[in-house]
């Protein structure tokens, strides 16, 4: 029976997964000795309930002012977005707000942001964050931790803040997923990167032509990490409390939607084996309830709490590596949230609409 031998490989590999995550985990703890000069790229669009927040975070940051630089780029916001910036700046000389005008090669919305603040930049590193996120004050050396000779790009942790259940649920998911990523980049296996908590050298990016020299695409930060790996230059994925930074979290569940679709347009252009991992797992659910049709009540609730016990020991392990816990039943209820939004986002995903993002549409 095809649905059997299913559920066969998906506990065989999850397993395997999990064995790998308990036994497998790299560190790199290596103390920062060197403090280059940073420059700290924003690109911000209609973000005046975050931005501040975002910059207070990044004034916090222990690491040398003066060899800090940030360069913030106004997208045509049409809120208080930039008045917002332009008054936390006023007595800070290493910030500067740009307003983004025009396009640069291929380069569109937040990618043509990054393209032009790029072009700003005078340091050698380039840090990457969201208007939307908060990033730790371990932030800087905690990345440049993981960079050497041969390195281009380094991808930090990020979650979902907030108190509602809602949230909480977002939080796990995006744990569980970025944790399953972080096995194989354990195994120096490329995975992706997330454009919010992001370094790139000056000299990997300079090499690719920027953003403005690679295809447009939705998820920009997959197109120049896979632009910046086929120029032979090597990754780092950290998974650890030090570049932990905390991102807002969809205030809705149709902003989720379209959050998730945009992610799920770029997983096509994730290697082969990350795109199948992501496939086996959201077809567990589609392939669970026919069975239970088919099968004894007794055999398809087995199946169904192995899975709940294997995803529920993954994520525990992630939240612990993180120095946090969650209470028993927002596991369970992780998988309640987990059946509903893999058939909807299934739906959502092939309507034939395009993707809203930032008020724009792509």
């Known amino acids: 029976m095809v649905s059997v031998a299913y559920f066969i490989l998906y506990f065989i590999v999850?397993?395997?997964?999990?064995?790998?995550?308990?036994?497998?985990?790299?560190?790199?703890?290596?103390?920062?000795?060197?403090?280059?000069?940073?420059?700290i790229l924003i690109a911000a669009r209609n973000e005046e309930h975050n931005i501040l927040a975002c910059l207070q975070a990044i004034a916090a940051l222990d690491y040398p002012t003066e060899k800090i630089e940030v360069l913030i780029g106004d997208d045509d916001s049409t809120d208080r977005t930039r008045a917002l910036v332009e008054a936390f700046i006023q007595d800070k000389p290493g910030y500067t707000c740009l307003s983004i005008t025009g396009t640069l090669g291929q380069a569109k919305g937040k990618a043509n942001v990054?393209?032009?603040?790029?072009?700003?930049?005078?340091?050698?590193?380039?840090?990457?964050?969201?208007?939307?996120?908060?990033?730790?004050?371990?932030?800087?050396?905690?990345?440049?931790?993981?960079?050497?000779?041969?390195?281009?790009?380094?991808t930090g942790l990020t979650t979902v803040t907030g108190h509602r259940l809602f949230d909480k649920m977002q939080r796990m998911d995006w744990l569980f997923s970025i944790g399953l990523m972080q096995v194989f980049s354990d195994l120096n296996m490329p995975v992706t990167t997330m454009g919010n908590n992001m370094l790139l050298t000056r000299k990997a990016y300079e090499e690719v032509g920027g953003f403005e020299s690679i295809p447009f695409s939705i998820t920009e930060d997959i197109a120049i990490f896979n632009q910046i790996l086929k120029r032979g230059y090597g990754f780092r994925n950290l998974y650890g409390?030090?570049?932990?930074?905390?991102?807002?979290?969809?205030?809705?569940y149709g902003a989720l939607l379209e959050q998730r679709k945009r992610w799920m347009r770029g997983s096509v252009f994730m290697p082969k084996y990350m795109?199948?991992?992501?496939?086996?797992?959201?077809?567990?659910?589609?392939?669970?309830?026919?069975?239970?049709?088919?099968?004894?009540?007794?055999?398809?609730?087995?199946?169904?709490?192995?899975?709940?016990?294997?995803?529920?020991?993954?994520?525990?392990?992630?939240?612990?590596?993180?120095?946090?816990?969650?209470?028993?039943?927002?596991?369970?209820?992780?998988?309640?949230?987990?059946?509903?939004?893999?058939?909807?986002?299934?739906?959502?995903?092939?309507?034939p609409t395009k993707v809203r993002w930032k008020g724009r549409r792509f």
């Open 114 to 154: 990054l393209a032009q603040l790029a072009r700003k930049a005078t340091s050698g590193i380039f840090l990457f964050t969201d208007a939307d996120i908060t990033v730790p004050p371990t932030w800087i050396k905690a990345m440049l931790a993981g960079l050497d000779e041969k390195v281009g790009v380094v």
């Open 275 to 351: 795109f199948a991992l992501f496939v086996l797992h959201s077809a567990y659910y589609p392939v669970l309830i026919p069975f239970f049709f088919k099968a004894s009540l007794g055999i398809a609730l087995s199946i169904a709490v192995v899975k709940l016990l294997l995803q529920s020991v993954f994520m525990h392990i992630c939240l612990k590596r993180l120095h946090r816990s969650a209470p028993w039943w927002h596991y369970i209820f992780f998988e309640l949230y987990l059946l509903v939004t893999t058939f909807v986002l299934i739906l959502y995903f092939f309507l």
């Open 14 to 39: 999850f397993a395997t997964l999990l064995l790998l995550l308990l036994f497998n985990c790299r560190r790199y703890t290596a103390k920062v000795t060197n403090l280059p000069n940073v420059s």
């Open 241 to 252: 409390p030090k570049v932990l930074a905390w991102s807002a979290p969809a205030p809705g």
